[in-house]
């Protein structure tokens, strides 16, 4: 069933932004946009907040608390403050660097298909931290590092950073200001993850839930350590998968797949619109995913169809933007819309 009551809104791109230039958070929205200009909008109405110029719109756009993060192609990181737009630093030399992750005061780049290590930048001050961190082996790629903010007295410092490469059956959580490890777990194979993009969804509790190969999910409690979650029957895409209350939720290249954890009871939602799939974030009631190229379509806890908005253009990534706004952004488009119509 057509929804179009959900879209809030549709912003045209005037070029085809990388799928990484869009950050949401509560009550914020980036994108990089029109060649050179990072830009904020309302997330309610996507009217323009704010707008600064950047070399190009085909880089890396993170919100950090009270400030912005973007990386152009061109190599250079630059950090704004969210409120004004106003630039507090920029930071050249970091072609190919690609990856934007931000854990407390310290942000992280590099790590992308191999061509550069990590490097770390002081978030306040934009100078580079001295040091190098353990990774991933040369040439080999590191999933986007995750940044781990849990309270110390559960056993993990709030400034961590959590990464996996292609090559390498394990999982290291490092001190993000001091490079220290925190914890390291062996796995049945290598983080299964794309070439960009995410290779975790992290639940409400924390717990961290991804690809070991492309059939085990498996979950990490930064306290206790990883478990199997499900072995898969098939090979599944490179999408994360996720948890909403003990309930799996898997996208395969045929639908979506719940599994109940506690009872091992498994629904198939087939039929779905066949082509390219974007990974899923989780909505009221249910979820919602990205398929066929222009489609975004609602699963409920019970298999059914929710919600199915065919969009004016190709979705290539989907972002929670906090309560029940989704933000869709791919082929010069992005189109927000609120799942609680």
């Given at each position: ?40 909008l ?13 070399e ?129 777990w ?10 960009s ?8 509790d ?15 409690h ?26 799996l ?41 990205g ?17 199915r ?33």
């Amino acid at each position: 069933m057509d929804q179009p009551s959900r879209v809030l809104w549709s912003r045209p791109l005037h070029l085809r932004s990388s799928e990484r230039a869009l950050a949401a958070a509560s009550g914020a929205l980036v994108v990089a946009e029109r060649h050179t200009r990072l830009v904020r909008l309302d997330p309610q109405s996507g009217a323009p907040l704010w707008e600064t110029r950047v070399e190009d719109c085909w880089g890396t756009t993170v919100i950090a608390g009270e400030r912005c993060l973007y990386l152009s192609q061109r190599g250079v990181l630059h950090c704004v403050d969210l409120g004004s737009g106003q630039r507090a630093w920029s930071v050249p030399g970091l072609w190919l660097h690609h990856y934007v992750s931000v854990s407390g005061s310290v942000v992280f780049v590099g790590g992308w298909r191999g061509y550069r290590p990590l490097t770390r930048v002081d978030l306040a001050t934009g100078e580079r931290i001295p040091g190098e961190l353990p990774g991933a082996p040369p040439g080999s790629s590191l999933a986007w590092p995750l940044p781990l903010r849990l309270h110390p007295d559960r056993g993990v410092d709030a400034d961590s950073i959590l990464l996996a490469s292609a090559r390498q059956a394990a999982l290291l959580l490092l001190d993000a200001r001091t490079g220290d490890t925190r914890g390291q777990w062996s796995l049945p194979e290598p983080v299964h993850f794309p070439d960009s993009g995410s290779a975790y969804s992290v639940g409400a509790d924390g717990v961290v839930v991804f690809l070991s190969g492309s059939r085990t999910v498996m979950a990490l409690h930064p306290v206790s350590g990883v478990e199997i979650l499900w072995r898969h029957d098939r090979d599944l895409p490179p999408v994360p998968p996720f948890l909403t209350d003990r309930t799996l939720w898997l996208s395969t290249d045929i639908g979506v797949t719940m599994i109940d954890l506690d009872s091992g009871a498994r629904a198939e939602v087939a039929r779905l619109p066949s082509g390219a799939t974007a990974a899923g974030v989780a909505v009221p009631g249910g979820v919602l995913v990205g398929r066929a190229g222009n489609q975004l379509i609602g699963v409920d806890r019970n298999g059914g169809i929710s919600a199915r908005l065919r969009l004016r253009a190709r979705v290539d990534r989907v972002v929670a933007g906090g309560q029940s706004l989704v933000h869709a952004i791919g082929k010069g488009h992005l189109t927000t819309v609120d799942m609680a119509m």
